[in-house]
Protein backbone atom coordinates (compact mmCIF):
# COMPACT_ATOMS: atom_id res chain seq x y z
CA UNK A 1 0.00 0.00 0.00
CA UNK A 2 1.42 3.01 1.13
CA UNK A 3 4.60 3.34 2.88
CA UNK A 4 4.82 5.19 6.48
CA UNK A 5 8.68 5.00 6.34
CA UNK A 6 10.08 8.68 7.34
CA UNK A 7 12.65 9.69 4.65
CA UNK A 8 16.06 10.64 5.10
CA UNK A 9 15.49 13.67 3.58
CA UNK A 10 13.44 16.14 6.00
CA UNK A 11 11.49 18.36 3.55
CA UNK A 12 10.37 16.20 0.99
CA UNK A 13 9.82 12.59 1.94
CA UNK A 14 10.55 10.52 -1.04
CA UNK A 15 10.07 7.00 0.74
CA UNK A 16 9.00 4.80 -2.27
CA UNK A 17 6.11 2.74 -2.18
CA UNK A 18 7.31 0.83 -5.10
CA UNK A 19 7.07 -2.60 -3.36
CA UNK A 20 10.12 -3.97 -4.53
CA UNK A 21 9.73 -6.93 -1.96
CA UNK A 22 11.21 -9.38 -4.05
CA UNK A 23 15.04 -7.34 -3.10
CA UNK A 24 14.22 -8.12 0.48
CA UNK A 25 15.60 -11.47 1.72
CA UNK A 26 12.74 -11.62 4.62
CA UNK A 27 10.26 -11.12 1.41
CA UNK A 28 11.82 -14.49 -0.19
CA UNK A 29 10.27 -16.61 2.86
CA UNK A 30 7.23 -18.71 1.44
CA UNK A 31 3.99 -18.76 3.17
CA UNK A 32 0.92 -17.04 2.37
CA UNK A 33 1.40 -14.13 4.95
CA UNK A 34 4.27 -13.32 3.45
CA UNK A 35 2.97 -12.64 0.22
CA UNK A 36 0.66 -10.22 1.57
CA UNK A 37 4.23 -7.55 1.47
CA UNK A 38 3.36 -7.07 -2.29
CA UNK A 39 0.80 -4.63 -0.72
CA UNK A 40 2.49 -3.19 2.28
CA UNK A 41 5.36 -0.33 2.52
CA UNK A 42 8.70 0.15 0.89
CA UNK A 43 12.00 0.60 3.08
CA UNK A 44 13.60 3.53 3.23
CA UNK A 45 14.89 4.92 -0.30
CA UNK A 46 18.43 4.44 -1.49
CA UNK A 47 21.25 6.08 -1.39
CA UNK A 48 21.12 7.11 -5.20
CA UNK A 49 19.41 10.67 -5.59
CA UNK A 50 17.71 10.20 -8.80
CA UNK A 51 15.51 7.30 -6.79
CA UNK A 52 14.76 9.94 -4.22
CA UNK A 53 13.98 12.63 -7.08
CA UNK A 54 11.45 10.19 -8.70
CA UNK A 55 10.60 6.80 -6.98
CA UNK A 56 10.09 3.64 -9.58
CA UNK A 57 6.01 2.72 -9.66
CA UNK A 58 5.46 -0.81 -8.42
CA UNK A 59 6.60 -4.01 -9.95
CA UNK A 60 3.11 -6.29 -9.81
CA UNK A 61 4.05 -10.25 -9.77
CA UNK A 62 1.34 -12.18 -12.15
CA UNK A 63 1.67 -15.37 -9.42
CA UNK A 64 -2.11 -14.50 -8.88
CA UNK A 65 -2.95 -14.93 -12.51
CA UNK A 66 -0.88 -18.04 -13.33
CA UNK A 67 -2.53 -19.20 -10.01
CA UNK A 68 -5.51 -19.27 -11.79
CA UNK A 69 -4.49 -21.08 -14.77
CA UNK A 70 -4.05 -18.02 -17.00
CA UNK A 71 -1.07 -18.56 -19.60
CA UNK A 72 2.31 -17.37 -18.57
CA UNK A 73 2.22 -14.78 -21.71
CA UNK A 74 -0.89 -13.50 -20.74
CA UNK A 75 -0.80 -12.98 -17.23
CA UNK A 76 3.29 -11.55 -18.09
CA UNK A 77 0.79 -9.00 -20.42
CA UNK A 78 -1.87 -8.45 -17.73
CA UNK A 79 0.28 -7.61 -15.14
CA UNK A 80 2.19 -4.85 -17.41
CA UNK A 81 -1.17 -3.09 -18.29
CA UNK A 82 -2.54 -2.95 -14.57
CA UNK A 83 -1.78 0.46 -14.19
CA UNK A 84 -4.11 1.20 -16.90
CA UNK A 85 -6.64 -2.53 -16.42
CA UNK A 86 -6.76 -1.44 -13.12
CA UNK A 87 -8.58 2.06 -12.89
CA UNK A 88 -10.60 1.05 -15.80
CA UNK A 89 -12.50 -1.52 -14.10
CA UNK A 90 -13.22 0.65 -11.34
CA UNK A 91 -13.97 3.22 -13.36
CA UNK A 92 -16.32 0.45 -15.27
CA UNK A 93 -18.08 0.03 -11.86
CA UNK A 94 -18.65 3.14 -11.21
CA UNK A 95 -20.09 4.14 -14.35
CA UNK A 96 -22.52 1.41 -14.16
CA UNK A 97 -23.68 2.28 -10.62
CA UNK A 98 -23.81 6.21 -12.07
CA UNK A 99 -25.54 5.86 -15.17
CA UNK A 100 -27.79 3.30 -14.03
CA UNK A 101 -31.34 4.79 -14.33
CA UNK A 102 -30.21 8.02 -14.31
CA UNK A 103 -33.14 10.14 -15.70
CA UNK A 104 -34.73 8.69 -12.00
CA UNK A 105 -36.74 10.42 -10.25
CA UNK A 106 -37.82 11.84 -13.26
CA UNK A 107 -38.41 15.32 -11.70
CA UNK A 108 -36.71 18.61 -10.97
CA UNK A 109 -35.27 17.80 -7.58
CA UNK A 110 -33.54 20.63 -5.43
CA UNK A 111 -31.36 22.86 -7.10
CA UNK A 112 -31.77 21.50 -11.23
CA UNK A 113 -34.55 23.74 -10.81
CA UNK A 114 -32.14 26.77 -11.56
CA UNK A 115 -28.69 25.30 -13.74
CA UNK A 116 -31.04 23.05 -15.42
CA UNK A 117 -32.48 25.80 -16.66
CA UNK A 118 -30.01 27.77 -16.86
CA UNK A 119 -27.72 25.44 -19.22
CA UNK A 120 -30.02 25.49 -21.63
CA UNK A 121 -30.49 28.95 -21.96
CA UNK A 122 -26.96 29.29 -22.26
CA UNK A 123 -26.34 26.85 -24.90
CA UNK A 124 -29.24 28.72 -26.76
CA UNK A 125 -28.97 32.00 -25.96
CA UNK A 126 -25.59 32.82 -24.61
CA UNK A 127 -26.78 34.00 -20.66
CA UNK A 128 -29.03 33.16 -18.68
CA UNK A 129 -32.78 33.77 -18.59
CA UNK A 130 -36.07 34.16 -16.70
CA UNK A 131 -38.57 31.45 -16.71
CA UNK A 132 -42.09 31.49 -15.59
CA UNK A 133 -43.13 29.79 -12.16
CA UNK A 134 -44.48 26.95 -13.95
CA UNK A 135 -41.73 26.32 -16.56
CA UNK A 136 -40.38 23.00 -14.61
CA UNK A 137 -44.13 21.56 -15.44
CA UNK A 138 -43.82 22.25 -18.81
CA UNK A 139 -40.66 20.91 -19.48
CA UNK A 140 -41.24 17.49 -18.30
CA UNK A 141 -44.82 17.13 -19.85
CA UNK A 142 -42.99 18.54 -22.90
CA UNK A 143 -40.20 16.03 -23.40
CA UNK A 144 -38.08 19.79 -23.06
CA UNK A 145 -39.64 21.52 -26.03
CA UNK A 146 -40.64 24.80 -24.52
CA UNK A 147 -39.89 28.57 -25.72
CA UNK A 148 -36.64 29.99 -23.65
CA UNK A 149 -37.77 33.27 -22.63
CA UNK A 150 -35.99 35.90 -24.03
CA UNK A 151 -35.72 38.76 -20.18
CA UNK A 152 -32.18 38.19 -18.66
CA UNK A 153 -31.77 36.30 -14.92
CA UNK A 154 -29.71 37.78 -12.85
CA UNK A 155 -27.31 34.67 -11.91
CA UNK A 156 -24.95 34.40 -9.38
CA UNK A 157 -22.39 31.97 -10.45
CA UNK A 158 -20.22 31.62 -14.04
CA UNK A 159 -20.89 29.93 -16.94
CA UNK A 160 -18.75 27.07 -17.04
CA UNK A 161 -20.30 24.34 -14.81
CA UNK A 162 -24.05 24.99 -16.63
CA UNK A 163 -22.05 24.85 -20.36
CA UNK A 164 -21.24 21.55 -18.84
CA UNK A 165 -24.49 20.51 -18.17
CA UNK A 166 -25.95 22.13 -21.30
CA UNK A 167 -23.88 20.12 -23.54
CA UNK A 168 -25.65 16.70 -22.14
CA UNK A 169 -28.44 18.78 -22.51
CA UNK A 170 -27.76 19.47 -26.13
CA UNK A 171 -26.83 16.18 -26.99
CA UNK A 172 -29.42 13.67 -24.96
CA UNK A 173 -32.22 16.96 -24.97
CA UNK A 174 -34.22 18.77 -21.76
CA UNK A 175 -34.62 16.13 -20.09
CA UNK A 176 -33.63 15.17 -16.33
CA UNK A 177 -31.50 12.04 -18.23
CA UNK A 178 -30.19 15.16 -20.84
CA UNK A 179 -29.37 17.50 -17.76
CA UNK A 180 -27.99 14.85 -15.62
CA UNK A 181 -25.72 13.19 -18.15
CA UNK A 182 -22.56 15.55 -18.03
CA UNK A 183 -22.31 15.05 -14.52
CA UNK A 184 -22.52 11.55 -14.29
CA UNK A 185 -19.88 11.60 -16.88
CA UNK A 186 -17.24 13.47 -15.03
CA UNK A 187 -18.01 11.62 -11.89
CA UNK A 188 -17.18 8.83 -13.57
CA UNK A 189 -14.34 9.92 -15.22
CA UNK A 190 -13.43 11.66 -11.85
CA UNK A 191 -12.77 7.80 -10.26
CA UNK A 192 -10.74 7.00 -13.24
CA UNK A 193 -8.45 10.40 -12.88
CA UNK A 194 -8.31 9.41 -8.58
CA UNK A 195 -7.20 6.14 -9.48
CA UNK A 196 -4.65 7.43 -11.78
CA UNK A 197 -3.27 9.83 -9.03
CA UNK A 198 -3.37 7.66 -6.48
CA UNK A 199 -0.91 5.50 -7.90
CA UNK A 200 1.63 8.42 -9.08
CA UNK A 201 0.91 9.80 -5.68
CA UNK A 202 1.77 6.24 -3.58
CA UNK A 203 3.58 4.82 -6.34
CA UNK A 204 0.87 1.73 -5.77
CA UNK A 205 -1.60 0.43 -8.19
CA UNK A 206 -3.41 -1.07 -6.01
CA UNK A 207 -3.54 1.96 -3.70
CA UNK A 208 -4.64 4.19 -6.63
CA UNK A 209 -7.27 1.61 -7.27
CA UNK A 210 -8.60 1.46 -3.83
CA UNK A 211 -8.73 5.23 -3.41
CA UNK A 212 -10.99 5.32 -6.50
CA UNK A 213 -12.80 2.31 -5.50
CA UNK A 214 -13.82 4.44 -2.43
CA UNK A 215 -15.19 7.08 -3.73
CA UNK A 216 -16.73 4.90 -6.18
CA UNK A 217 -19.08 3.65 -3.07
CA UNK A 218 -19.59 6.96 -1.61
CA UNK A 219 -23.26 8.50 -1.26
CA UNK A 220 -22.22 12.06 -1.64
CA UNK A 221 -20.39 11.73 -4.88
CA UNK A 222 -22.86 9.30 -6.32
CA UNK A 223 -25.62 11.35 -5.32
CA UNK A 224 -23.24 14.57 -6.83
CA UNK A 225 -22.68 12.36 -9.92
CA UNK A 226 -26.67 11.69 -10.76
CA UNK A 227 -27.91 15.53 -10.34
CA UNK A 228 -27.33 18.85 -12.33
CA UNK A 229 -25.88 20.78 -9.51
CA UNK A 230 -22.46 22.45 -10.17
CA UNK A 231 -20.33 21.21 -7.68
CA UNK A 232 -19.71 18.08 -8.80
CA UNK A 233 -18.34 19.44 -12.08
CA UNK A 234 -15.78 21.76 -9.70
CA UNK A 235 -14.79 18.65 -8.24
CA UNK A 236 -14.01 17.18 -11.45
CA UNK A 237 -11.67 20.40 -12.09
CA UNK A 238 -9.98 20.49 -8.75
CA UNK A 239 -9.11 16.87 -9.02
CA UNK A 240 -8.12 17.23 -12.61
CA UNK A 241 -5.49 20.29 -11.57
CA UNK A 242 -4.19 18.05 -8.83
CA UNK A 243 -3.09 15.57 -11.15
CA UNK A 244 -2.20 17.85 -13.77
CA UNK A 245 0.56 19.01 -10.93
CA UNK A 246 1.22 15.91 -9.74
CA UNK A 247 2.78 14.65 -13.44
CA UNK A 248 4.32 18.20 -13.45
CA UNK A 249 6.00 17.40 -10.05
CA UNK A 250 7.48 13.87 -11.36
CA UNK A 251 8.56 15.74 -15.20
CA UNK A 252 10.16 18.24 -13.36
CA UNK A 253 12.30 16.22 -11.15
CA UNK A 254 12.61 13.47 -13.53
CA UNK A 255 14.67 16.49 -15.84
CA UNK A 256 16.78 17.27 -12.41
CA UNK A 257 17.47 13.63 -12.01
CA UNK A 258 18.89 12.96 -15.84
CA UNK A 259 20.89 16.35 -15.04
CA UNK A 260 23.22 14.87 -12.42
CA UNK A 261 26.30 13.21 -13.03
CA UNK A 262 27.63 9.84 -12.16
CA UNK A 263 30.52 9.83 -9.88
CA UNK A 264 33.47 7.56 -10.60
CA UNK A 265 31.98 4.42 -8.93
CA UNK A 266 28.81 4.54 -10.77
CA UNK A 267 26.18 6.44 -8.78
CA UNK A 268 24.38 9.53 -8.71
CA UNK A 269 24.81 12.14 -5.25
CA UNK A 270 23.20 15.70 -4.96
CA UNK A 271 24.79 17.92 -7.18
CA UNK A 272 25.47 21.72 -6.00
CA UNK A 273 25.89 23.34 -9.30
CA UNK A 274 23.41 21.21 -11.91
CA UNK A 275 20.76 21.61 -8.81
CA UNK A 276 21.09 25.74 -9.01
CA UNK A 277 21.63 25.91 -12.56
CA UNK A 278 19.31 23.37 -14.57
CA UNK A 279 16.35 25.14 -16.37
CA UNK A 280 12.88 22.87 -16.09
CA UNK A 281 11.60 24.39 -19.14
CA UNK A 282 7.87 25.64 -20.09
CA UNK A 283 6.79 22.17 -17.93
CA UNK A 284 3.32 22.07 -19.82
CA UNK A 285 1.58 19.83 -17.37
CA UNK A 286 1.55 23.40 -15.64
CA UNK A 287 0.22 25.23 -18.28
CA UNK A 288 -2.67 22.82 -18.37
CA UNK A 289 -3.17 23.24 -14.45
CA UNK A 290 -3.83 26.96 -15.52
CA UNK A 291 -6.97 25.91 -17.83
CA UNK A 292 -8.21 23.57 -15.62
CA UNK A 293 -8.06 25.66 -12.62
CA UNK A 294 -9.54 28.83 -15.09
CA UNK A 295 -12.09 26.04 -15.57
CA UNK A 296 -12.68 25.75 -11.96
CA UNK A 297 -13.14 29.40 -10.73
CA UNK A 298 -15.37 29.53 -13.89
CA UNK A 299 -17.92 26.79 -12.37
CA UNK A 300 -17.54 28.54 -8.90
CA UNK A 301 -15.78 30.90 -6.93
CA UNK A 302 -14.14 28.72 -4.17
CA UNK A 303 -11.82 27.91 -6.60
CA UNK A 304 -10.16 30.76 -6.14
CA UNK A 305 -9.11 29.24 -2.97
CA UNK A 306 -8.13 26.15 -4.78
CA UNK A 307 -5.92 27.80 -6.90
CA UNK A 308 -3.77 29.47 -4.58
CA UNK A 309 -3.59 26.75 -2.19
CA UNK A 310 -2.32 24.93 -5.38
CA UNK A 311 0.01 27.44 -6.06
CA UNK A 312 1.73 27.33 -3.00
CA UNK A 313 2.08 23.47 -3.12
CA UNK A 314 4.19 23.36 -6.04
CA UNK A 315 6.18 26.43 -5.05
CA UNK A 316 6.75 24.15 -2.09
CA UNK A 317 7.34 21.20 -4.18
CA UNK A 318 10.14 22.72 -6.60
CA UNK A 319 11.76 23.80 -3.67
CA UNK A 320 11.94 20.49 -2.02
CA UNK A 321 12.98 19.20 -5.65
CA UNK A 322 15.77 21.31 -5.85
CA UNK A 323 17.15 21.00 -2.16
CA UNK A 324 17.37 16.75 -2.92
CA UNK A 325 19.19 17.40 -5.88
CA UNK A 326 21.60 19.40 -3.93
CA UNK A 327 20.93 22.92 -4.19
CA UNK A 328 22.28 24.80 -1.27
CA UNK A 329 19.93 28.05 -1.12
CA UNK A 330 16.89 25.71 -2.67
CA UNK A 331 14.03 28.96 -1.76
CA UNK A 332 16.36 31.37 -3.74
CA UNK A 333 16.95 29.23 -6.92
CA UNK A 334 13.27 28.73 -6.83
CA UNK A 335 12.29 32.50 -6.78
CA UNK A 336 14.83 33.13 -9.92
CA UNK A 337 14.37 30.41 -11.87
CA UNK A 338 10.80 28.64 -11.33
CA UNK A 339 8.41 31.13 -9.95
CA UNK A 340 7.92 33.51 -12.56
CA UNK A 341 7.15 30.55 -15.53
CA UNK A 342 4.87 28.72 -12.69
CA UNK A 343 3.33 32.33 -12.29
CA UNK A 344 2.47 32.99 -16.12
CA UNK A 345 1.28 29.57 -16.27
CA UNK A 346 -1.19 29.13 -13.75
CA UNK A 347 -3.02 32.85 -12.86
CA UNK A 348 -3.07 34.56 -16.31
CA UNK A 349 -3.96 31.24 -17.74
CA UNK A 350 -6.39 30.63 -15.23
CA UNK A 351 -7.14 34.06 -16.00
CA UNK A 352 -7.99 34.16 -19.34
CA UNK A 353 -9.68 30.76 -19.27
CA UNK A 354 -12.13 32.55 -17.05
CA UNK A 355 -12.59 35.34 -19.44
CA UNK A 356 -13.26 33.06 -22.15
CA UNK A 357 -16.07 31.35 -20.45
CA UNK A 358 -18.18 34.63 -20.45
CA UNK A 359 -17.87 35.09 -24.43
CA UNK A 360 -21.67 34.32 -24.39
CA UNK A 361 -22.39 36.76 -22.57
CA UNK A 362 -20.01 39.21 -23.33
CA UNK A 363 -20.96 38.72 -27.20
CA UNK A 364 -24.48 39.39 -26.53
CA UNK A 365 -26.25 42.46 -27.47
CA UNK A 366 -25.44 45.69 -24.71
CA UNK A 367 -28.65 47.70 -25.51
CA UNK A 368 -30.67 45.95 -22.89
CA UNK A 369 -31.59 42.84 -24.61
CA UNK A 370 -28.58 40.79 -24.09
CA UNK A 371 -27.51 39.48 -20.76
CA UNK A 372 -27.95 41.07 -17.10
CA UNK A 373 -26.04 44.19 -16.76
CA UNK A 374 -24.15 43.98 -20.12
CA UNK A 375 -25.57 47.36 -21.01
CA UNK A 376 -24.56 48.60 -17.09
CA UNK A 377 -21.41 50.26 -18.91
CA UNK A 378 -23.35 52.76 -21.32
CA UNK A 379 -26.13 53.10 -18.99
CA UNK A 380 -25.79 53.40 -15.15
CA UNK A 381 -21.72 53.15 -15.55
CA UNK A 382 -21.06 55.82 -18.15
CA UNK A 383 -19.09 58.12 -17.46
CA UNK A 384 -15.61 58.57 -15.04
CA UNK A 385 -12.70 60.38 -15.74
CA UNK A 386 -10.70 56.61 -16.62
CA UNK A 387 -13.45 54.02 -17.87
CA UNK A 388 -11.77 54.97 -21.13
CA UNK A 389 -9.18 52.89 -20.41
CA UNK A 390 -11.46 49.38 -20.49
CA UNK A 391 -13.75 48.60 -22.62
CA UNK A 392 -17.18 48.41 -21.82
CA UNK A 393 -17.88 45.00 -21.76
CA UNK A 394 -14.90 44.39 -19.37
CA UNK A 395 -16.16 47.32 -17.11
CA UNK A 396 -19.88 45.97 -17.64
CA UNK A 397 -18.71 42.10 -16.27
CA UNK A 398 -16.87 43.73 -13.34
CA UNK A 399 -19.86 45.54 -12.09
CA UNK A 400 -21.62 42.40 -12.20
CA UNK A 401 -18.41 40.43 -10.87
CA UNK A 402 -19.11 42.81 -7.59
CA UNK A 403 -22.33 42.27 -7.25
CA UNK A 404 -22.50 38.59 -7.20
CA UNK A 405 -19.56 39.02 -4.60
CA UNK A 406 -22.20 41.07 -2.32
CA UNK A 407 -24.63 38.84 -2.89
CA UNK A 408 -22.62 35.44 -1.80
CA UNK A 409 -20.87 37.40 1.39
CA UNK A 410 -24.00 38.81 3.06
CA UNK A 411 -26.84 35.01 2.29
CA UNK A 412 -27.56 34.44 5.48
CA UNK A 413 -31.47 33.76 4.35
CA UNK A 414 -32.18 30.12 6.53
CA UNK A 415 -32.74 27.30 4.87
CA UNK A 416 -33.69 24.02 6.05
CA UNK A 417 -30.64 21.90 5.21
CA UNK A 418 -28.18 24.27 5.76
CA UNK A 419 -25.39 23.34 8.10
CA UNK A 420 -22.14 24.56 9.73
CA UNK A 421 -18.65 23.31 8.35
CA UNK A 422 -17.67 21.39 11.42
CA UNK A 423 -20.60 19.07 10.80
CA UNK A 424 -19.23 18.15 7.69
CA UNK A 425 -17.17 15.50 8.14
CA UNK A 426 -19.26 13.63 10.77
CA UNK A 427 -22.15 14.14 8.33
CA UNK A 428 -24.38 16.16 10.54
CA UNK A 429 -27.00 18.04 8.31
CA UNK A 430 -27.22 16.30 4.63
CA UNK A 431 -29.44 17.50 2.09
CA UNK A 432 -32.70 16.16 0.63
CA UNK A 433 -32.87 16.71 -2.54
CA UNK A 434 -35.91 15.01 -3.03
CA UNK A 435 -38.66 13.38 -0.67
CA UNK A 436 -42.51 11.42 -1.41
CA UNK A 437 -44.32 9.13 -0.07
CA UNK A 438 -46.02 6.70 -2.34
CA UNK A 439 -49.16 4.53 -1.27
CA UNK A 440 -48.38 0.80 -1.40
CA UNK A 441 -48.73 -0.40 -5.38
CA UNK A 442 -47.84 2.82 -6.38
CA UNK A 443 -44.17 4.32 -7.36
CA UNK A 444 -42.38 1.20 -6.63
CA UNK A 445 -43.74 0.88 -2.66
CA UNK A 446 -44.44 -2.74 -2.21
CA UNK A 447 -48.15 -3.79 -1.93
CA UNK A 448 -47.33 -5.60 1.26
CA UNK A 449 -45.74 -2.28 2.67
CA UNK A 450 -48.57 -1.76 5.23
CA UNK A 451 -48.52 1.91 5.79
CA UNK A 452 -46.64 4.10 3.26
CA UNK A 453 -43.48 3.87 1.74
CA UNK A 454 -40.85 6.99 2.05
CA UNK A 455 -38.78 7.65 -1.85
CA UNK A 456 -36.20 9.85 -0.99
CA UNK A 457 -32.62 11.59 -2.46
CA UNK A 458 -30.50 12.20 0.53
CA UNK A 459 -27.15 14.04 -0.22
CA UNK A 460 -25.25 11.99 2.18
CA UNK A 461 -21.85 10.44 2.38
CA UNK A 462 -21.21 7.03 2.98
CA UNK A 463 -21.30 7.40 6.95
CA UNK A 464 -19.00 4.86 7.17
CA UNK A 465 -16.36 5.88 4.89
CA UNK A 466 -16.48 9.57 5.90
CA UNK A 467 -16.16 8.82 9.82
CA UNK A 468 -13.19 6.08 9.06
CA UNK A 469 -11.98 9.85 6.83
CA UNK A 470 -12.14 11.92 10.06
CA UNK A 471 -9.26 9.48 11.68
CA UNK A 472 -7.39 9.30 8.40
CA UNK A 473 -7.13 13.25 8.20
CA UNK A 474 -5.27 12.63 11.76
CA UNK A 475 -2.98 10.46 10.08
CA UNK A 476 -2.17 12.60 7.20
CA UNK A 477 -1.63 15.28 9.64
CA UNK A 478 0.44 13.51 11.82
CA UNK A 479 2.63 12.07 8.55
CA UNK A 480 3.07 15.80 7.59
CA UNK A 481 3.97 17.58 10.14
CA UNK A 482 6.27 14.83 12.15
CA UNK A 483 7.47 12.86 9.20
CA UNK A 484 7.69 15.13 6.58
CA UNK A 485 5.17 12.89 4.03
CA UNK A 486 5.21 15.11 1.01
CA UNK A 487 2.48 13.06 0.12
CA UNK A 488 0.10 13.50 3.28
CA UNK A 489 1.15 17.23 3.08
CA UNK A 490 -0.33 17.01 -0.73
CA UNK A 491 -3.18 15.20 0.86
CA UNK A 492 -4.02 17.56 3.33
CA UNK A 493 -3.33 20.58 0.84
CA UNK A 494 -6.51 19.32 -1.13
CA UNK A 495 -8.61 18.64 2.01
CA UNK A 496 -7.56 22.31 3.59
CA UNK A 497 -8.25 24.28 0.19
CA UNK A 498 -11.81 22.66 -0.28
CA UNK A 499 -13.30 22.99 3.25
CA UNK A 500 -11.37 25.53 5.40
CA UNK A 501 -11.89 28.75 3.33
CA UNK A 502 -16.04 27.90 4.66
CA UNK A 503 -15.12 28.65 8.05
CA UNK A 504 -14.52 32.22 6.89
CA UNK A 505 -18.41 32.01 6.08
CA UNK A 506 -19.99 30.30 8.85
CA UNK A 507 -22.98 32.44 9.22
CA UNK A 508 -23.70 32.07 5.35
CA UNK A 509 -26.24 29.74 3.72
CA UNK A 510 -23.78 26.65 2.84
CA UNK A 511 -24.60 22.93 2.45
CA UNK A 512 -22.77 19.94 3.16
CA UNK A 513 -22.73 18.81 -0.15
CA UNK A 514 -20.06 21.92 -0.94
CA UNK A 515 -17.96 19.07 0.91
CA UNK A 516 -17.73 17.12 -2.33
CA UNK A 517 -15.01 19.14 -3.69
CA UNK A 518 -12.34 17.56 -1.32
CA UNK A 519 -13.90 14.36 -1.01
CA UNK A 520 -11.33 12.42 -3.36
CA UNK A 521 -8.48 13.76 -1.03
CA UNK A 522 -10.55 12.55 1.80
CA UNK A 523 -10.44 8.62 -0.24
CA UNK A 524 -6.70 9.39 -0.45
CA UNK A 525 -6.60 9.86 3.25
CA UNK A 526 -8.40 7.05 3.66
CA UNK A 527 -6.31 4.91 1.44
CA UNK A 528 -2.91 6.29 2.76
CA UNK A 529 -4.37 4.70 6.45
CA UNK A 530 -5.08 1.65 4.81
CA UNK A 531 -1.48 1.22 3.96
CA UNK A 532 -0.21 2.20 6.92
CA UNK A 533 -2.46 -0.75 8.81
CA UNK A 534 -0.61 -3.43 6.82
CA UNK A 535 2.30 -2.41 8.09
CA UNK A 536 6.14 -2.15 6.80
CA UNK A 537 8.16 -4.92 5.33
CA UNK A 538 9.84 -5.71 8.21
CA UNK A 539 7.01 -6.41 10.37
CA UNK A 540 6.13 -9.96 11.64
CA UNK A 541 4.21 -11.99 9.21
CA UNK A 542 1.57 -11.81 12.44
CA UNK A 543 1.64 -8.09 12.79
CA UNK A 544 1.20 -7.92 8.96
CA UNK A 545 -2.10 -10.47 8.97
CA UNK A 546 -3.93 -8.83 11.44
CA UNK A 547 -3.28 -5.22 9.70
CA UNK A 548 -4.48 -6.55 6.33
CA UNK A 549 -7.57 -8.28 8.20
CA UNK A 550 -8.55 -5.08 9.55
CA UNK A 551 -7.95 -2.73 6.60
CA UNK A 552 -10.02 -5.27 4.42
CA UNK A 553 -12.90 -5.30 6.84
CA UNK A 554 -12.73 -1.44 6.62
CA UNK A 555 -13.13 -1.55 3.31
CA UNK A 556 -15.89 -3.98 3.54
CA UNK A 557 -17.90 -2.42 5.81
CA UNK A 558 -17.58 0.92 3.65
CA UNK A 559 -18.80 -0.80 0.40
CA UNK A 560 -22.17 -2.55 3.08
CA UNK A 561 -22.83 1.08 4.13
CA UNK A 562 -23.13 2.07 0.38
CA UNK A 563 -25.29 -0.68 -0.01
CA UNK A 564 -27.50 -0.44 2.53
CA UNK A 565 -27.82 2.76 2.15
CA UNK A 566 -28.56 2.52 -1.57
CA UNK A 567 -32.48 3.58 -1.53
CA UNK A 568 -31.92 6.85 -0.17
CA UNK A 569 -28.89 7.36 -2.58
CA UNK A 570 -31.70 6.05 -5.93
CA UNK A 571 -35.15 7.69 -4.67
CA UNK A 572 -36.04 4.40 -4.14
CA UNK A 573 -39.37 3.50 -2.36
CA UNK A 574 -39.09 1.40 0.73
CA UNK A 575 -41.39 0.99 3.68
CA UNK A 576 -41.62 3.75 5.59
CA UNK A 577 -39.51 1.59 8.55
CA UNK A 578 -36.74 1.13 6.59
CA UNK A 579 -36.16 4.36 6.16
CA UNK A 580 -36.29 5.43 9.65
CA UNK A 581 -34.20 2.61 10.11
CA UNK A 582 -31.68 4.96 7.83
CA UNK A 583 -31.77 7.60 9.89
CA UNK A 584 -29.08 7.14 12.54
CA UNK A 585 -29.04 10.85 13.69
CA UNK A 586 -32.28 12.48 14.55
CA UNK A 587 -30.46 15.42 12.13
CA UNK A 588 -30.44 13.58 9.12
CA UNK A 589 -34.63 13.64 9.20
Known amino acids: MTSTASS ?250 AALPPDADGRYRPDARIAETTRLGLRPWRWAAGVTLGLAIGTKWNGLYIMVAFCLMT ?24 TGLAFLATVPVALVTYLVSWTGWILSSDTGSGGYYRNWAATDGKGGSWTWLFPDWLRSLWH ?45 CPLDAGEKCAREVLAIGTPMLWWAACFAVLFVLWRWFFRRDWRAGAIACGIAAGYLPWFLYQERTIFLFYAVVFLPFLCLAVAMMAGALVGRPGSSDTRRVVGATGAGVLVLLIAWNFIYFWPLYTGTAIPIDDWRSRMWLDTWV
Open 8 to 257: TDSTDSTDSTDYRQAQAPQDRRPGWPSRLRRFGHASEPGGDVRERLVPPFAEPGSRLWQALGVPAGLADRITRWSGWLGPLLVTLVAGVLRFWNLGSPRKVIFDETYYAKDAWALVHRGFEVNWDKNANDLILNSGGHVTIPTDAAYVVHPPVGKFVIGLGELIFGFTPFGWRFMTALLGTLSVFLLCRIGRRLFRSTFLGCLAGALMAVDGLHFVMSRTALLDGVLMFFVLATFGCLLVDRDKARARLA
Open 400 to 444: YEHEVYEFHTHLTSPHTYQSNPWSWLVLGRPVSYFYESPAPGTDG
Open 315 to 338: VVWDVAARRVAGARHPYRVVLKRD
